[in-house]
């Protein structure tokens, strides 16, 4: 099926809460329903949609005619493509489609998230037991408000720690840390309440709105760029067709409460996004601050930096980069570093473990004679290391490591 140019990508994620009833574990069939129809109006309008819970992968396997599941990541972003190019609505879930090891994500906020920036999602919709995000706990605060647009995490994070926050629970932290690599992954992320799925209808109309009054605007300014030889707005602004067009849209109603976080304005490449949140590194690489400089610098990753090495893993696995500070001889604990090591990103590395542990230290001209031979110069090219947009953060747990 050939994307138009008005379509949109949009992935819901539904939690088990909302579609099985909490007491008697019935599913709820009424939501059902209700998240059946608002998909295929999305669907009918032109949308492409991915559901996110857990589901009868085996039926929809054997309703496909499909022989077996993929077991790697570009297999995945194949398949879900095919998928939606076909027109089917698929349905992830992590304990069924993605049951390996060097692609697992720990639960399916984290995983809708992945899916959203593995098909280039435009919206990502993450259903849950309340309307949207408050400053306060409504349940005990009567002057609590709602959090309608989300720019800076740091706050919303101070927000989610506090004494008395609803934020930090019910799963809200999972669904924040999944807004927040949906929006690195330049996806707009959107929290509302899943007892109502044709809030989404709601919203997606209320955003196409937003962007025609955009360019509207845009449109009465052109008189006026265009006699200072600017170009005209109206040229320059894309506006997407989010509804039908022969749905009748009411520009003064407000839009169904929710909480919407705003996608990066420089967003992570796939190559990038995906090694940085691969949640299972598989070991660390400590390097010295010359190493981190030359990084930095858009140098590969040579054997003479890497300081030690930690962990276990095979040539192609992905790892921690940590930054340490170098000694001259060993330190109590037998290490050539002092200090809290910070880790500062991942790569996918060319030799294994066992391999680093023998030419870290070296120049690359003598991997060949310690190894027999020489795969590569480098540990890691610099296309296969990924640096997180904040500085570092601390390696934890530090027990892992050793």
């Known amino acids: 099926m050939k994307r138009s140019r008005h379509q949109q990508t949009i992935v819901i994620k539904l939690g088990t809460s909302s579609i099985v009833d909490e007491k008697t574990h019935e599913p709820l069939l009424p939501i059902l329903t209700l998240i059946v129809d608002t998909a295929f109006k ?11 819970s857990s589901g009868a992968i085996g039926v929809g396997l054997q309703r496909m005619e499909v022989d077996k599941r993929p077991k790697h990541l570009a297999q995945l972003q194949n398949t879900v493509n095919t998928l939606l190019d076909m027109g089917v609505i698929p349905i992830v879930n992590e304990n069924d489609t993605l049951a390996v090891s060097e692609i697992k994500f720990g639960d399916n906020d984290t995983l809708s998230a992945i899916t959203a920036a593995m098909v280039h999602a435009d919206l990502l919709f993450l259903m849950t037991d309340v ?90 300014s052109d008189d006026q760029r265009s006699q200072h030889g600017e170009p005209p ?3 320059t602004t894309t ?31 796939d190559r990038y996004f995906w090694l940085l949140h691969t949640p299972h590194p598989q070991g660390t690489l400590f ?95 610099r296309s296969h290391i990924g640096f997180y947009r904040k500085d570092s953060r601390p390696v934890t747990p530090i027990s892992d490591l050793f």
């Open 42 to 52: 999305l669907r009918k309008n032109g949308h492409r949609v991915v559901i996110v």
């Open 131 to 220: 309307d949207c995000l408050y400053d306060k706990n409504p349940r005990t605060n009567a002057d609590a408000k709602p959090i309608e647009i989300v720019e800076d995490f740091s706050v919303l994070e101070a927000d989610v720690s506090s004494a008395g926050s609803s934020l930090g629970t019910g799963g809200m932290s999972t669904k924040i840390i999944a807004a927040k690599l949906g929006t690195l992954a330049g996806v707009t992320t959107i929290i509302t309440r899943s007892s109502n799925p044709g809030n989404i209808l709601g919203i997606v109309r209320y955003l196409h709105t937003q962007k025609v009054s955009s360019s509207s605007s845009a449109s009465d």
């Open 233 to 235: 707005l109206s040229h």
């Open 239 to 269: 506006s997407l067709n989010l509804m039908d067009p022969s749905s009748h849209v009411d520009d003064d109603a407000p839009p169904p409460l929710h909480t919407r976080f705003l996608p990066s304005s420089d967003p992570i490449s």
């Open 287 to 381: 390097i010295d601050q010359g190493c981190h400089r030359a990084l930095m610098d858009k140098a590969g990753l040579l054997p003479v930096g890497i300081v030690d090495v930690a962990g276990n893993f095979a040539q192609h696995e992905v790892v921690r980069i940590a930054v340490v500070t170098r000694r001259s001889t060993p330190g109590p604990d037998g290490h050539m570093w002092d200090g809290e090591p910070l880790e500062v990103g991942r790569a996918l590395v060319n030799y294994a473990s066992a391999e680093i542990t023998r030419i870290m230290g070296h120049q690359s001209t003598d991997i060949q004679s310690i190894l027999g031979y020489a795969d590569s110069e480098y540990v890691a090219q």
